[in-house]
């Protein structure tokens, strides 16, 4: 059904559609290997698991059903990732270098400036970064989620090199986790992603982080007040 299962260090990919996604993509070696492959093959043997109890099914239903409960296995997932992340003391923060945080931040203003992609929220964290994005409304068919993100991590990683004085080593770790927001959903991802620092105890308000962006016309949505 999904040749993820084959694959234990691969996570399919979504293509960016008009449905908003959530990205979560981290610092190389911020979380140790054995507990990242802890992650994917407690992920993987749900699928598996998923696979073998609706096996009886009609395809369209099975289809149907599997999609619903992987999401729900997803969402686990990825809240056990955010967790190994805030918990680690393992591994480089050099996002909380205030201008390798801008340089992630307007990398993505500068896509959506372009029209390569509408941008709910971003929010950096020490090591690792939270989106919500969409397609934007101008382009003709669904963009390459994957080849959007090499695009981004690599002038990012170019940019966070030239300013820390570093070579030789990645900085973003090569795969990156994203989930389609399903109906009904979007505010509680989004005060998920705003919420994110006050969760790892960095600030008390989410708006005291200065490595966030909402986009002004949701800023009201969020703050009670109008953007500047």
């Known amino acids: 059904m999904i040749n993820a299962l084959a694959m234990p260090n691969w996570l399919p990919h979504d293509c960016l559609e ?11 070696g911020s979380i140790p290997q054995g507990r990242v492959e802890e992650l994917v093959s ?20 099975r289809s149907s059903v599997f999609r619903d409960r992987q999401n729900l296995i997803d969402a686990k997932y990825e809240r056990q990732l955010d967790l190994a992340l805030h918990e680690t003391s393992h591994g480089p923060f050099y996002l909380l270098d205030g ?15 372009a029209g390569d992609v509408f941008v709910y929220a971003v929010c950096v964290m020490g090591n690792h970064v939270h989106a919500v994005i969409r397609a934007h409304r101008i ?12 695009r981004h991590k690599s002038h990012t990683a170019r940019l966070a090199n030239q300013l ?13 986790f994203d989930r389609r927001i399903r109906d009904g959903k979007f505010m509680r991802v989004m005060w998920y992603v705003l919420q994110n620092p006050v969760a790892a105890g960095l ?3 989410w708006e005291d982080w200065s490595h ?17």
């Not at 008009?18 to 190389?28: E, M, N, S, W």
């Not at 390798?100 to 990398?107: F, G, M, P, Q």
């Not at 966030?212 to 500047?228: A, D, I, N």
């Open 18 to 28: 008009f449905d908003p996604i959530h990205v979560t993509y981290r610092l190389a």
């Open 42 to 61: 407690w992920r993987r043997s749900k699928l598996e698991a998923l696979e073998a109890e609706l096996i009886d099914l009609p395809p369209a239903a």
């Open 99 to 113: 201008c390798v945080a801008r340089a992630v931040l307007e990398s993505w203003k500068y896509l959506a400036a």
């Open 139 to 150: 382009a003709a068919d669904a963009m390459d989620l994957g080849r959007l993100m090499c």
């Open 164 to 176: 820390l004085g570093r070579t030789g080593n990645p900085f973003w770790e090569a795969d990156f």
């Open 203 to 205: 600030v008390a308000d």
């Open 212 to 228: 966030t962006f909402v986009h002004p016309q949701l800023l009201e949505m969020f703050t009670g007040r109008l953007p500047r």
